[in-house]
């Protein structure tokens, strides 16, 4: 049990891998038709030599610029992120056996909470990243910045809302599997959990202190075997739940139900 439950975390792990990176390449392609747009209209811009119908045009483009975004696929970001959450849920249907519990009897209110903030994220992303465009066009337009530095600008924001993108896929994505992986632990009886995900060079101090056997908030030893109330009590540093969210924004790691806990299993006396 314990080496399919590993093959088990291993296989999740990667596909949540996949879905964050299928995000971060419908996002790049957003941000390349976005980037083509505002890359042409510039220059035909910088080559007007009306002066008037210069700023006529650039601040019609300025005020079409949420629309454009939304044109070149940044909605669609989203729509994807909420299908990648549904699948995320329906890998975890494995463990219900194994665990003894029914679909029926675990409650995943909390995805739903992780899911609208999830999506809310990435069209608040939306809108920070118009408005940094509208400033930038904006700045162009008063001669504070050169066709050069604007355009260098306008490449970095998207870039900058590309990697936000996946970050807030890979997060969340993560952060629904946990949930439910949480949820089907607590119905079944377990109350202890295993920090799963390795060591490698990048881990971060939170995590590697846990997988070395030691509390990462006061240093002391110890055993990877978490209960329920420790593992709410600790603190990742970045304001987010570890039992959702482990070490943080693109934490690999995750909370694997402590099987000796089944002996006294609720879920199996059904």
Avoid at 38 to 57: C, F, G, H, I, T
Avoid at 134 to 162: C, P
Avoid at 246 to 268: E, I
Wanted: aromatic share 6%; hydrophobic share 30%; glycine share 6%.
């Amino acid at each position: 049990m314990i080496r399919k439950q590993k093959e088990l975390e291993d296989m999740i792990a990667k596909r949540i891998d996949k879905h964050a990176l299928d995000i971060g390449r419908t996002s790049g392609k957003a941000r390349r038709r976005m980037a083509a747009y505002l890359l042409s209209e510039l220059q035909k811009l910088d080559k007007a030599k009306n002066p008037e119908v210069r700023a006529r045009n650039l601040q019609t483009m300025t005020k079409s610029v949420l629309t454009k975004l939304t044109a070149a696929g940044y909605d669609q970001i989203a729509d994807e992120l909420a299908t990648y959450h549904r699948q995320t849920e329906e890998t975890r249907k494995d463990y219900y056996d194994e665990f003894g519990v029914s679909p029926d009897d675990i409650d995943l209110s909390r995805l739903d909470t992780i899911r609208k903030q999830a999506v809310n994220n990435v069209y608040t992303g939306k809108l920070l990243l118009a408005a940094d465009l509208k400033g930038l066009l904006k700045k162009y337009e008063s001669g504070k910045m050169d066709f050069k530095a604007v355009t260098n600008q306008i490449q970095q924001s998207l870039n900058t809302a590309q990697n936000r993108a996946f970050t807030i896929a890979n997060t969340s994505i993560a952060a629904c599997d946990r949930a439910t992986n949480y949820a089907i632990g607590e119905e079944s009886g377990v109350e202890s959990w295993t920090y799963m995900g390795g060591i490698i060079k990048q881990t971060r101090p939170f995590c590697r202190a846990i997988m070395e056997g030691r509390n990462p908030n006061t240093g002391e030893a110890h055993q990877n075997k978490w209960k329920t109330k420790e593992i709410r009590e600790l603190d990742n540093g970045q304001g987010l739940p570890v039992m959702e969210n482990a070490g943080g924004y693109n934490c690999r790691h995750s909370w694997v139900p402590d099987l000796t806990d089944l002996t006294n299993n609720k879920g199996r006396e059904r």
